[in-house]
């Protein structure tokens, strides 16, 4: 089955992408949590109507909690709770649901090692988790939902993305992302305390990441991570917070395809038909 198309649903772009006879095709548009799931639909339609091939299936990434790979239950783009996953596929072609396809994405690249986590810091923040041959799932494949964890702040108990999670930044700083980054290339220092406690807030997550599944290597991919010092503090407060022992076995790197990690993890997940 090579004729898939991988799409990367978030909650602020839709990316799709596939690939034929050496050739990519790929398209990003807009979305929002209150983004029509009409429209999610007349997005795939219209970029696989520009495809030189009909897809023998398509593999999604969504985000929030899925019913095996056919039903989304809860989705921060409300429009998709409850959706099936044939709404988009309309017999046409069979569609997968998944939650985890930056982890299906990064788990080729370390073959030799036994245990490898992989956050996507985006919008929101996701966990994947692949040890001795497995992905980690838990009772009904919920595991993983990292930015609902709780950090205690000086506000009191909030959810990781409400800190450190791109949505809950943006918010904070009561503008837009364009904005923001020029308010942190500019150093101002409401924008630098800003971007450094949510680096913090992440690195608090990244301890407790490795602290509970003793991972060889955490991949960290997303756009937030890429925010200008919010991978520093975060290291270093995970440094601070870990047990060296463990730190110090744990290899933490970036992406190696951050653009593409989701949409490329949806297709191979498609593709192999492995149950995650």
């Given at each position: 089955?090579?004729?898939?198309?991988?799409?990367?649903?978030?909650?602020?772009k839709?990316?799709?992408?596939?690939?034929?006879?050496?050739?990519?095709?790929?398209?990003?548009?807009?979305?929002?949590?209150?983004?029509?799931?009409?429209?999610l639909?007349?997005?795939?339609d219209?970029?696989?109507?520009?495809?030189?091939?009909?897809?023998?299936?398509?593999?999604?990434?969504?985000?929030?909690?899925?019913?095996?790979?056919?039903?989304?239950?809860?989705?921060?783009?409300?429009?998709?709770?409850?959706?099936?996953?044939?709404?988009?596929?309309?017999g046409?072609?069979?569609?997968?649901?998944?939650?985890?396809?930056?982890?299906?994405?990064?788990?080729?690249?370390?073959?030799?090692?036994?245990?490898?986590a992989?956050?996507?810091?985006?919008?929101?923040?996701?966990?994947?988790?692949?040890?001795?041959?497995?992905m980690?799932?838990?009772a009904?494949?919920?595991?993983?939902?990292?930015?609902?964890?709780?950090?205690?702040?000086?506000?009191?108990?909030?959810?990781?993305?409400?800190?450190?999670?791109?949505?809950?930044?943006?918010?904070?700083?009561?503008?837009?992302?364009?904005?923001?980054?020029?308010?942190?290339?500019?150093?101002?220092?409401?924008?630098?305390?800003?971007?450094?406690?949510?680096?913090?807030?992440?690195?608090?997550?990244?301890?407790?990441?490795?602290?509970?599944?003793?991972?060889?290597?955490?991949?960290?991919?997303?756009?937030t991570a890429?925010?200008?010092?919010?991978?520093?503090?975060?290291?270093?407060?995970?440094?601070?917070?870990?047990?060296?022992?463990?730190?110090?076995?744990?290899?933490?790197?970036?992406?190696?395809?951050?653009?593409?990690?989701?949409?490329?993890?949806?297709?191979?997940?498609?593709?192999?038909?492995?149950?995650?």
């Amino acid at each position: 089955m090579e004729k898939i198309v991988g799409v990367d649903i978030g909650c602020t772009k839709m990316y799709m992408y596939a690939e034929h006879e050496g050739k990519t095709f790929e398209n990003k548009v807009p979305t929002g949590l209150d983004c029509p799931r009409e429209r999610l639909k007349q997005e795939l339609d219209a970029f696989i109507e520009r495809l030189p091939f009909e897809p023998e299936g398509v593999g999604m990434a969504v985000p929030g909690l899925v019913e095996g790979d056919h039903r989304v239950q809860l989705s921060d783009v409300r429009s998709l709770s409850g959706i099936i996953a044939d709404y988009f596929g309309a017999g046409r072609f069979p569609v997968r649901f998944n939650v985890k396809s930056a982890a299906v994405a990064e788990t080729v690249h370390y073959k030799d090692k036994d245990t490898i986590a992989v956050i996507m810091a985006g919008s929101g923040t996701a966990l994947g988790v692949y040890s001795k041959g497995r992905m980690f799932t838990g009772a009904h494949g919920f595991a993983g939902e990292l930015g609902y964890c709780i950090i205690q702040t000086a506000e009191g108990p909030q959810r990781l993305d409400s800190v450190a999670g791109g949505i809950g930044i943006l918010q904070q700083a009561g503008c837009g992302i364009d904005e923001f980054l020029e308010r942190i290339n500019r150093n101002e220092p409401a924008a630098m305390q800003l971007i450094a406690r949510a680096g913090e807030y992440f690195g608090m997550a990244l301890t407790n990441v490795i602290h509970l599944f003793n991972p060889d290597v955490i991949v960290v991919g997303g756009s937030t991570a890429t925010y200008p010092g919010y991978m520093e503090h975060a290291l270093e407060t995970a440094q601070k917070h870990t047990l060296p022992d463990m730190f110090g076995a744990c290899l933490i790197a970036p992406a190696k395809d951050n653009k593409r990690i989701v949409a490329l993890g949806a297709m191979e997940y498609m593709r192999s038909g492995m149950r995650i």
